[in-house]
């Protein structure tokens, strides 16, 4: 059981450069969600998807674009990077939106460290 | 809005001693409160949460956590704290229907 996977591990971008961040979990989870973690300032939730073709902003989401067309992928792309945008991101997923309600914590994948120069 | 604030950036503790770890949380209706902890290179692993009940949770690797409504407080807590238990830890709460909002994160240094 793999869990959730993010591709790459690590990513360098020039300023302006686009790239797509991918995330899968094969847990057949409901929720999806994109947090990045900053020094100092914890995980900030930046989208979310509630199930296949529904997703929403949470609290840094300029700057980037999601989609959800499957149950198992999360992709999340920056169309044009800032180095504003260095950060560590984190892919994570719940069998339910309602989270505890039914014993469902956020499951985490490992993180993609992108820097932008 | 939900918040969550954890007041010390980092925590000592010698092996063997009890440790915690403080977190208090702002939230609308019943709060529903998570501990994580993070490894080096490592995504975030769960803890354990409160939702309703008993005010002393437990959950993984001998942690524990304290709800305490009047005080908003929701500490971890473990009797005897092990070097590998150093890692960096998060409080969450959950806010909005399907959004959890995390703390800043507390870094938990065991020495041996």
């Known amino acids: 059981n793999a869990g959730v996977t993010q591709t790459p591990k690590f990513q360098v971008l020039k300023t302006g450069q686009s790239m797509t961040l991918q995330c899968a979990q094969d847990m057949n989870h409901e929720y999806m969600s994109w947090y990045r973690q900053d020094p100092g300032m914890g995980l900030r939730l930046i989208h979310y998807?509630?199930?296949?073709?529904?997703?929403d902003q949470g609290e840094v989401p300029n700057g980037y674009n999601v989609s959800r067309s499957t149950t198992e992928d999360f992709p999340l792309r920056l169309l044009s990077a800032a180095p504003s945008q260095t950060s560590v991101y984190f892919c994570?997923?719940?069998?339910?939106?309602?989270?505890?309600?039914?014993?469902?914590?956020?499951?985490f994948g490992n993180g993609t460290r992108l820097t932008v120069t | 809005a939900q918040s969550v604030a954890q007041p010390e950036d980092q925590v000592n503790v010698a092996e063997g001693n009890p440790l915690t770890v403080k977190c208090t949380y702002s939230?609308?209706?019943?709060?529903?409160l998570f501990w994580y902890v993070q490894y080096p290179n490592r995504g975030l692993q769960f803890l354990l949460k409160y939702i309703t009940g008993d005010n002393l949770v437990k959950g993984s690797y001998g942690f524990e956590a304290e709800f305490n409504k009047s005080q908003t407080s929701f500490h971890l807590k473990k009797p005897s704290a092990l070097v590998s238990d150093s890692a960096l830890y998060f409080c969450a709460v959950r806010g909005g229907y399907s959004t959890l909002t995390f703390g800043k994160g507390t870094m938990l240094l065991v020495s041996p």
């Open positions: 994570a997923s719940s069998y339910s939106r309602k989270f505890g309600s039914y014993n469902s914590p956020l499951h």
């Open positions: 939230v609308s209706g019943n709060p529903y």
């Open positions: 998807s509630v199930g296949a073709g529904i997703t």
